[in-house]
């Protein structure tokens, strides 16, 4: 390494600092480093450096002050005992660790090395194969290569449909997936919720306030199209057909809706109960009903939601293959209730009424007339439909709270020490080193003075409480908060 000689030196007569001219000492210069001085039988060891104009050095300037004075730096290749402490730390702190990494590191082949580390053969698929390999070794299908939708109307082939796409999961009106909120105006395929207020319903859907739809299509313009609208309150679907037009809608028929009479037809129902000679059958619609056989014939029941008398049948009497009824019929209850095509929003407790009696023939009259009460006859019974209650609307989930804004950081806290590297390298960013410096070389007693120079060169750390950092501070003006200030800065500088 060549001797540093750039510039010239300022010395004074028996002193121990140099200052230098068109100089550098930070990059040239070190502790611990031999220099000549132009003057001066010894050789001398630098001390500190403290800019790249000002160092000290050891022993003292024996020769005649002034300045112009030529210098050479001798590099001395010593012991740096921070190095070796900082090496050492390291070695106790993590010397387990590292010999525990020894069969890998030192693992003659890659595979070897992957091996030591535990890796399996997907794992080392994924590390070191193709990305086809990677795949497999994962165990990865045909989704981990294909792009998701780029829009709910992108209809590229081999994508992966997301969350929106076609209307799936979107509700109505939606300005994505409907038309001036009407159900005539789909047409994307996919499923749909509806609600109280969109147009094109089934009539026989009422109020509800959301309800299920389907929606297919044919053509993109959704030219042809189908849809099913389901009651999301009762048991009860609506499909519809669209050929350039929409046509009406047709409810479906199921076991929920429809029963078999005693007669073997199939009738529209909801809900039903069969009335037998000592005993009641009713659907799960029926609700809680009593059965009170008061005589022979004459049968009360209560609890019931009276007669569906709006529409269709509502009793039906056992008859012959021939269409001859088995007996006659009287009934009555005590009220009927108000419905919505035969739709209660209450449970309604309504006794009826049923005798029964053998039918005589009237000559006069053409009709056969009431006789003898007759029971029920075993194998038959007297299908009565009843009103139907309005399910109540289930009650939505509540609305989950608004996520929490992070707290705001609490201030910073102040480190009791940083290392002179990192206190030097806040105090240069700050625009403070020369001023500090400057401070400690105009202290008159050479007592403090020298003593300020080992607190700010060789001291190992900075701390927080250290009567010279806190009287140079206060020399320099410095207030409290922007001490902390300058803490919070070095411990943050990597150095």
């Not at 020894?102 to 091996?115: E, F, G, H, N, V």
């Not at 003593?451 to 320099?476: C, G, I, K, M």
Request: proline share 5%; net charge negative.
């Amino acid at each position: 390494m060549p001797w540093y000689g750039l510039g010239t030196l300022t010395v004074a007569a028996d002193g121990t600092n140099a200052t230098g001219t068109g100089t550098q000492f930070l990059g040239n210069v070190r502790v611990g480093d031999g220099i000549a001085i132009q003057g001066s039988a010894s050789l001398h060891e630098v001390t500190g450096v403290t800019s790249n104009t000002q160092l000290t050095f050891s022993p003292a300037f024996a020769g005649t002050a002034g300045a112009g004075k030529a210098f050479r730096v001798v590099p001395v290749l010593g012991y740096d005992k921070d190095l070796s402490d900082a090496f050492n730390a390291l070695r106790l702190q993590f010397g387990d660790q590292l010999s525990n990494l020894q069969p890998w590191a030192t693992a003659a082949t890659q595979d070897a090395a992957q091996t030591a580390l535990g890796m399996s053969v997907s794992g080392k698929a994924v590390a070191t194969g193709t990305p086809a390999q990677g795949r497999a070794g994962l165990q990865l299908g045909e989704a981990a290569t294909r792009d998701v939708t780029a829009s709910n109307l992108d209809n590229s082939a081999n994508k992966l449909l997301k969350f929106g796409d076609f209307g799936i999961g979107y509700g109505l009106p939606s300005s994505e997936v409907s038309v001036d909120n009407s159900l005539d105006d789909l047409v994307f395929p996919g499923f749909y919720s509806g609600i109280s207020s969109v147009a094109g319903k089934p009539i026989g859907l009422g109020a509800e306030s959301t309800f299920p739809v389907i929606h297919a299509a044919v053509r993109s313009d959704s030219r042809y199209s189908a849809q099913i609208v389901f009651s999301r309150t009762r048991v009860a679907a609506w499909i519809r057909t669209k050929n350039t037009v929409w046509a009406g809608y047709a409810e479906l028929y199921h076991t929920r809706n429809t029963t078999v009479d005693s007669n073997g037809f199939l009738k529209s129902a909801s809900p039903v109960i069969k009335l037998f000679a000592d005993a009641i059958d009713a659907n799960d619609q029926a609700g809680s009903v009593t059965l009170e056989k008061v005589a022979t014939g004459h049968y009360q029941l209560t609890g019931i939601n009276g007669l569906r008398l709006d529409d269709g049948w509502y009793i039906e009497t056992p008859h012959d293959k021939n269409g001859n009824k088995y007996f006659n019929i009287e009934w009555e209850q005590d009220h009927t209730p108000v419905t919505d095509a035969g739709v209660l929003d209450e449970p309604e407790d309504v006794t009826l009424t049923i005798r029964c009696y053998e039918r005589v023939w009237n000559p006069q009259t053409g009709q056969y007339d009431n006789g003898a009460p007759v029971d029920i006859p075993d194998g038959r019974w007297i299908d009565l439909r009843l009103n139907e209650v309005r399910q109540p609307e289930p009650e939505m989930p509540d609305e989950p709270e608004a996520p929490q804004q992070p707290a705001e950081p609490g201030a910073p806290v102040v480190p009791h020490t940083v290392t002179k590297a990192q206190g030097k390298a806040a105090l240069i960013q700050a625009g403070l080193w020369q001023q500090v410096v400057d401070y400690i070389a105009s202290i008159e007693d050479e007592t403090e003075r020298l003593l300020a120079e080992v607190a700010l060169h060789d001291a190992q750390d900075y701390r927080r409480d250290s009567p010279f950092l806190n009287a140079t501070a206060d020399a320099l003006g410095l207030t409290e908060e922007r001490k902390d200030e300058l803490f919070i800065l070095a411990s943050n500088i990597l150095l």
